[in-house]
């Protein structure tokens, strides 16, 4: 038996329900369901009475769009919708394709190729002869390049353009002794071409002066007596420290543009290197004595030439015909990363080692990994670009050529002053900040064209977020204690690439140019990593370290005495106790010693009194010689380092010991 319906309470209990039952159809509903009471139980198993905490349940757990609506101003909720769907791009996307301009001319290439060779298979084989005709003349060249000369029947050792025999600071040892010979000796050599692009990038003490953003050479040809007037070029004698090739150069011994071949000798101590100008180089002077010195021997050039223009024509011409006559984008893409890599590798930009062997070695060595990276990066970027299109001498221009560019990095963007992006490069090299701001305009700007396109294409979502891990994890990297970030330009190519992967004229520009500048930072370089120690990157640059503060305590007809100050000392900055003190004349370590250690204290002086002190007796050249040969007393110039067990830290800046016996206090600041 039902109970009793009363109207007007059944309406108000409908009004206040917060769900109806789930019905399939409107035919399910029972026709006795509004006569039941609040009380009535449950008829059915998908149904539950009304529970008075349903809206409690509902206000305390709001979905989280809903908190956020609830936040946010309506204004910004509307902002950030519009931001959305800007983001999004257009509906629908519109993808970017190359229409050839003139394209009867663009596919005159596949057109002859669909007359002569229609087949696949006659494809494939005139491929494989393209391939073996690159291969036998670029190899050809390279053979002639490296190995064809020989001078006295040896194979000359190949040199790099940085080569040289004395080391930074103390490195050559006491004496010098590490260094050795200093006379006596020759060596049969080989340069490479282009060696006057080469510089030293650090400040490179000669006496008191310092050499830098420049080849170094030191001394040149001379009026005085060597002893070698005979025998050498031009009577032409170089400090033991001067870059080898750059001073076969200057001496008119062999010309840049082409290398060459030729023996050296060792010419012993000489003193005043004079400073000049030959051949396109600056030399620098030094007035007093060096251990070590070179000069070239007359009539020793053999006939050997760096080939590397004729390998380049041989390289440029083989991938601009692969690239007019094919259209797959597997074929072109690893025939050219094949071809360049090998180039860089092998004749533009080779590492510096002594012998060819080593080289294909080490270019094999770093082939398999590049090219994991390059597949990555033909897969997810390349490929895109690349697929469908028939723009054959578009390709070519805009594809390949900003290839070649930046493959040939040595020749291009080498020439900029960013050798190296440390606060300290950048205030002393001439034009690098106006360089660098020139650089990061031109990528940014970049990155905004090619952000409008993603969106044009409706991928820009996806980008912002490739591109925010990027981020992301470099600020990781850069917060790494004792770390520090280097992005080579190989790394800078990995990054930007992904940006590129679309079918528009820039896009081709960006993509090429930028495969380049990774086959030339790995084939060249090899993967150096993201992440260096701060020793790691200041290689051969003033650390900053403690500086010994010396004092001139006497000063004799023929010696001088120093007041070293105590030791050991702490160096909170380099976080380093310093044990001992080096001493350079010269820039010879001719004194070490050690905190507490009386064997390297000659005068007996153990620093008892709190300070160490050392003595000098000045050096005179020639001294067990003859007549113009036997120098008087030349300035001696006074360096000096602390040392942590056998590392050194910086040293000061020179301070000069004049022929008439003045001091001359060195300047502040450090010195290597």
Same mark, same amino acid.
């Given at each position: 038996m039902s109970a009793p319906h009363d109207e007007e309470t059944g309406n108000a209990w409908e009004h206040e329900r917060p769900f109806e039952p789930y019905r399939d159809v409107p035919s399910d509903a029972d026709e006795n369901e509004s006569t039941l009471a609040d009380d009535a139980p449950l008829r059915s198993s998908q149904? $539950?009475?009304?529970?008075? #905490?349903?809206?409690?349940?509902?206000?305390?757990?709001? $979905? *989280?769009?809903?908190? *956020? @609506?609830?936040r946010v101003s309506p204004r910004l909720q509307n902002a950030w919708a519009a931001t959305v769907k800007w983001v999004k791009g257009p509906q629908p996307p519109r993808t970017y394709t190359i229409n050839p301009i003139l394209p009867s001319i663009q596919h005159a290439p596949l057109a002859l190729l669909d007359h002569y060779a229609p087949k696949k298979i006659q494809r494939f084989w005139l491929l494989i002869a393209l391939y073996a005709c690159w291969l036998f003349?670029?190899?050809?060249?390279?053979?002639?390049?490296?190995?064809?000369?020989?001078?006295?029947?040896?194979?000359?050792?190949?040199?790099?353009?940085?080569?040289?025999?004395?080391?930074?600071?103390?490195? /050559?040892?006491?004496?010098?002794?590490? /260094?050795?010979?200093?006379?006596?000796?020759?060596?049969a050599?080989?340069?490479?071409?282009?060696? &006057?692009?080469?510089?030293?990038l650090n400040p490179h003490a000669v006496g008191d002066k310092e050499v830098v953003y420049k080849p170094l050479v030191v001394g040149g040809p001379t009026d005085r007596q060597t002893g070698f007037e005979e025998e050498v070029v031009n009577n032409a004698i170089y400090r033991g420290d001067s870059f080898i090739c750059a001073s076969a150069v200057h001496a008119g011994f062999i010309d840049d543009t082409q290398g060459g071949c030729g023996v050296l000798t060792l010419t012993g101590e000489q003193s005043s290197f004079t400073k000049s100008k030959h051949h396109g180089v600056k030399s620098t002077g030094f007035d007093s004595y060096f251990p070590h010195s070179f000069g070239f021997l007359k009539d020793s050039r053999a006939t050997c030439k760096d080939l590397r223009w004729p390998a380049l024509a041989i390289t440029v011409f083989f991938t601009t015909v692969l690239s007019l006559f094919t259209t797959d984008p597997a074929v072109f893409f690893w025939s050219i990363f094949t071809a360049l890599f090998f180039h860089v590798a092998l004749a533009s930009d080779p590492p510096s080692l002594t012998?060819?062997?080593?080289? !294909?070695?080490?270019?094999?060595?770093?082939?398999?990994?590049?090219?994991?990276?390059?597949w990555v990066t033909y897969k997810y970027t390349v490929k895109r670009s690349l697929t469908d299109l028939t723009a054959q001498f578009e390709k070519t221009i805009l594809w390949l050529g900003p290839a070649w560019v930046g493959a040939l990095n040595n020749y291009t963007f080498d020439k900029l002053p960013l050798q190296?992006?440390?606060?300290?490069?950048?205030?002393?090299?001439?034009?690098?900040?106006?360089?660098?701001? +020139?650089?990061?305009?031109?990528?940014?700007?970049?990155?905004?064209?090619?952000? *409008?396109?993603?969106?044009?294409?409706? $991928?820009?979502?996806?980008?912002?977020?490739?591109?925010?891990?990027?981020?992301? +994890?470099?600020?990781?990297?850069?917060?790494?204690?004792?770390?520090?970030?280097?992005?080579?330009?190989?790394? &800078?190519?990995?990054? &930007? !690439?992904?940006?590129?992967? #679309?079918?528009? $004229?820039?896009?081709?520009?960006?993509?090429?140019?930028?495969?380049?500048?990774?086959?030339?930072?790995?084939?060249?370089?090899?993967?150096?990593?993201?992440?260096?120690?701060?020793?790691?990157?200041?290689?051969?640059?003033?650390?900053? @370290?403690?500086?010994?503060?010396?004092?001139?305590?006497?000063?004799?007809?023929?010696?001088?005495?120093?007041?070293?100050?105590p030791l050991p000392r702490w160096d909170k900055k380099v976080q380093a106790t310093f044990d001992g003190i080096s001493v350079l004349v010269n820039d010879v370590e001719r004194f070490r010693g050690y905190a507490g250690d009386r064997n390297y204290w000659p005068d007996g002086n153990d620093g008892a009194g709190g300070n160490y002190t050392w003595t000098w007796t000045r050096h005179r050249v020639g001294s067990d010689l003859e007549g113009d040969r036997a120098d008087a007393s030349l300035p001696e110039y006074f360096r000096f380092g602390y040392m942590a067990g056998s590392q050194v830290g910086d040293f000061t800046k020179a301070g000069k010991w004049d022929a008439d016996g003045t001091w001359v206090n060195m300047k502040k600041g450090p010195s290597r």
């Open positions: 149904q $539950r009475p009304l529970a008075e #905490f349903d809206d409690l349940v509902r206000q305390f757990n709001p $979905r *989280w769009q809903d908190k *956020w @609506t609830e003349a670029f190899s050809i060249v390279l053979w002639q390049s490296a190995f064809s000369a020989q001078i006295d029947g040896k194979m000359p050792i190949r040199l790099g353009c940085a080569a040289r025999y004395w080391n930074e600071g103390n490195l /050559c040892g006491l004496n010098g002794d590490l /260094c050795r010979p200093f006379a006596n000796a020759s060596l050599f080989r340069c490479p071409a282009d060696c &006057l692009a080469t510089e030293i012998n060819y062997y080593s080289l !294909l070695s080490i270019a094999f060595g770093r082939f398999l990994p590049a090219g994991f990276c390059a190296r992006l440390t606060p300290h490069d950048l205030n002393a090299q001439p034009g690098a900040i106006p360089a660098l701001i +020139a650089v990061v305009l031109s990528i940014f700007f970049i990155a905004l064209g090619q952000a *409008w396109s993603f969106r044009v294409e409706g $991928r820009m979502p996806r980008y912002l977020l490739i591109y925010t891990i990027f981020v992301l +994890a470099l600020l990781l990297m850069v917060a790494m204690p004792g770390l520090s970030l280097r992005i080579h330009h190989y790394i &800078l190519a990995l990054l &930007l !690439l992904p940006g590129t992967s #679309f079918q528009n $004229r820039p896009s081709l520009i960006y993509q090429g140019l930028l495969l380049g500048l990774f086959v030339n930072g790995i084939a060249r370089w090899g993967f150096d990593s993201i992440l260096q120690t701060p020793t790691e990157l200041l290689e051969g640059a003033q650390k900053g @370290t403690l500086l010994p503060a010396i004092s001139v305590l006497g000063i004799g007809a023929s010696n001088i005495t120093f007041n070293l100050g």
